[in-house]
């Protein structure tokens, strides 16, 4: 069973800035593809960036410019870097693995999810 668990995620004022971290269990983990959701209270989840196997990154438009993921296959990890973030970036972030490779913009092509990290921006 693939095992995620995220950190990285806490309270940061507007214009500031974190850095999100996704270790995983899969192995060989430079097979999957990774990808970074967010649901904030009252809406549904909702897709904010992934990379596939090979790199290649697929961003949501709200945060193309001001986020970037990164994955470190060596460690296993996949990162979010959230800069200029601002009170619509409110939300539990959940890292998710897809085995295919792909860099999915679509919840449901992930197998495999983690808990979440809540991010909170105040104004």
């Known amino acids: 069973q693939v095992q995620l668990e995220e950190s990285g995620g806490g309270l940061v004022q507007a214009g500031g800035s974190l850095r999100l971290s996704c270790a995983a269990s899969?192995?060989?983990?430079?097979?999957?593809?990774a990808g970074w959701f967010r649901q904030s209270a009252g809406k549904e989840r909702e897709f904010v960036a992934a990379?596939?196997?090979?790199?290649?990154?697929n961003y949501a438009r709200s945060v193309k410019g001001r986020f970037a993921i990164s994955r470190d296959n060596a460690k296993s990890s996949v990162f979010l870097q959230m800069n200029n973030l601002n009170p619509e970036d409110t939300a539990v972030y959940y890292c998710a693995l897809d085995h295919a490779g792909n860099n999915a913009r679509l919840s449901k092509q992930y197998q495999y999810w983690g808990q979440g990290t809540q991010v909170t921006v105040s104004s």
């Open positions: 899969a192995r060989p983990f430079k097979d999957y593809g």
């Open positions: 990379i596939d196997w090979s790199g290649d990154t």
